[in-house]
């Protein structure tokens, strides 16, 4: 997250916490966001601009709306966690617009999207707040949409994303998005959820006969996770399966391959396997392997 406490932003402007908190009521600038713990962590960009302007103008209302005037700087993870708990979807939708004209869309997604969904979460005491789900919400929808202008497919491997998160669940998101940024990579995708028993998921792979599953989401047990990859075995030969982000817990004994936890590094890993596999593995001949398995 690109936000600092209230001491250090304080430092940083050479003034007392107190005075900062001060100019936060009067002014609102500038204008931090909660933490879960109920911390406030100030916009590193806002701080910045604050403190060129008073260093130009040496009072602190003609500073701030200076600061306010040139702009909060380029839109950010902790910017789009302060539209969120404000619950202003235009806000919203301005910031992520603004990232777009400055970033790829893979990187708006993992650098400003799911950065400020993420300050919102507060996954050990697995308790929702407003703030949170109207940002996966908002989330959600947004990268639902940008699926829909996905470019035509250009490779003929395919990738089954197993995910096995629980609703609103922060996992689910960075699912979301790795089966996003494969489809603009031309990759053909297939998301299904992990509560689909294997005799239905067998129905539809050789539709998509995948060279490669992501395991992702950890709301299922290892054991009923195995059965679901034994069926995706049993129809496709010679199929590679990949953890995202812990989805199988590592033993040491796993023989899943690990994609780590950011969507953007699990995409360029898995496009890298499936040219190393080529078009000539993309086979479905029916016949069991085993399961996740230990060595």
């Not at 009072?59 to 902790?78: D, F, K, M």
């Not at 994609?259 to 699990?266: C, D, E, F, H, Y």
Request: net charge positive; aromatic share 6%.
């Amino acid at each position: 997250m690109n936000g600092i406490r209230t001491n250090a932003a304080a430092v940083m402007l050479g003034v007392s916490p107190n005075t900062l908190r001060s100019w936060e009521r009067r002014y609102g600038f500038p204008r931090p966001r909660r933490t879960p713990g109920g911390h406030r962590q100030y916009a590193l960009n806002e701080i910045e601009s604050l403190r060129a302007t008073l260093a130009e103008t040496h009072n602190v209302s003609s500073a701030i709306a200076l600061a306010r005037q040139r702009g909060e700087g380029p839109s950010s993870g902790s910017r789009l966690a302060a539209a969120f708990a404000a619950f202003d979807e235009e806000k919203a939708n301005c910031l992520l617009e603004e990232s777009l004209a400055l970033r790829s869309v893979e990187r708006t997604i993992e650098e400003v999207l799911l950065e400020a969904v993420t300050a919102h979460a507060d996954e050990r005491a697995r308790a929702s707040t407003p703030e949170y789900e109207f940002g996966w919400r908002y989330a959600t929808a947004w990268l639902s949409a940008l699926k829909r202008l996905s470019p035509p497919v250009t490779r003929t491997a395919g990738v089954l994303v197993l995910d096995a998160s629980a609703p609103l669940e922060l996992d689910g998101l960075y699912s979301q998005s790795l089966e996003l940024m494969l489809r603009r990579a031309g990759v053909r995708t297939l998301s299904l959820s992990s509560a689909i028993t294997g005799s239905r998921l067998a129905r539809a792979l050789p539709a998509l006969a995948p060279s490669v599953v992501v395991l992702a989401g950890r709301s299922i047990t290892l054991d009923a996770l195995g059965r679901l990859v034994y069926s995706v075995r049993s129809v496709v030969h010679g199929v590679q399966v990949f953890d995202f982000r812990g989805a199988v817990p590592d033993t040491g004994a796993s023989t899943v391959r690990r994609l780590g936890q950011t969507p953007l590094a699990a995409r360029d890993l898995l496009l890298g396997r499936l040219e190393e596999l080529g078009p000539s593995r993309h086979s479905t001949a029916a016949r069991p392997l085993p399961a996740i398995s230990a060595r």
